[in-house]
T-cell receptor, first 115, second 109 residues
């Protein structure tokens, strides 16, 4: 059973460019969340998608946007990249069949470097 | 404002002994708490969770304790093994998780 998979694993972009990161959730999971982890920090919640809609959003600017497809996979888009966007971007999937208190499973992350 | 805090950035423990990792939170509305382990170049791996209606949850060598009045939770690992060496994050919330900054555990052989 494949877990959460993310692509690409590493990416280098120039300031001002746009980037798209991809995530396939664990089999059977329908909810995808995105997190940003800066060096030395814990992951910070960006947003969550459920039934192809953004359900929750963290404290991130509109430059960060996302999408969920009918097969539950998801994309994270970041426009007008800043140096401070350099981080590990983590995707997590879950299946809240017991209500919303359920563990999320994380992918290995995409390391984004903005130069 | 850091709603979930892990005040110990690092911890070293001898193999076979108990590891205790601590976490404090400020938001009394949090009703679900989790611990994740992270190795370098990998995503966080779920370890154990606890609902706010409980004060203890065990899974093998891992036990999580929740003290709601103190807004404090802890993870006990007994006995500690060298393979437990990793960064441990506590997280809290519903729908979305608020993570602490992590504690790096080193288990010495």
């Amino acid at each position: 059973d494949a877990g959460v998979t993310q692509s690409p694993t590493h990416l280098i972009k120039t300031r001002g460019q746009q980037v798209t990161l991809r995530c396939s959730p664990k089999s059977g999971h329908d909810t995808v969340s995105w997190y940003q982890q800066a060096l030395g920090q814990g992951p910070q919640f960006i947003f969550q998608y459920y039934e192809e809609e953004e359900r929750q959003r963290g404290n991130f600017p509109d430059r960060f946007s996302g999408h969920q497809f009918p097969n539950y996979s998801s994309e994270l888009n970041v426009n007008a990249l800043l140096l401070g966007d350099s981080a590990l971007y983590l995707c997590a999937s879950s299946f809240p069949d017991r209500g919303w208190n359920t563990e999320a499973f994380f992918g290995q992350g995409t390391r984004l470097t903005v130069v | 404002d850091q709603q979930v805090k892990q005040n110990s950035p690092s911890l070293s423990v001898q193999e076979g002994r108990i590891s205790i990792l601590n976490c404090d939170y400020t938001n009394s509305m949090f009703d679900y708490f989790l611990w994740y382990k992270k190795y370098p170049a990998e995503g966080p791996t779920f370890l154990i969770s606890i609902s706010s209606i409980k004060d203890k949850n065990e899974d093998g060598r891992f036990t999580v304790f929740l003290n709601k009045s103190a807004k404090h939770l802890s993870l006990h690992i007994v006995p500690s093994q060298p393979g437990d060496s990793a960064v441990y994050f506590c997280a809290a919330g519903t729908y979305k998780y608020i993570f602490g900054t992590g504690t790096r555990l080193k288990v010495l052989a």
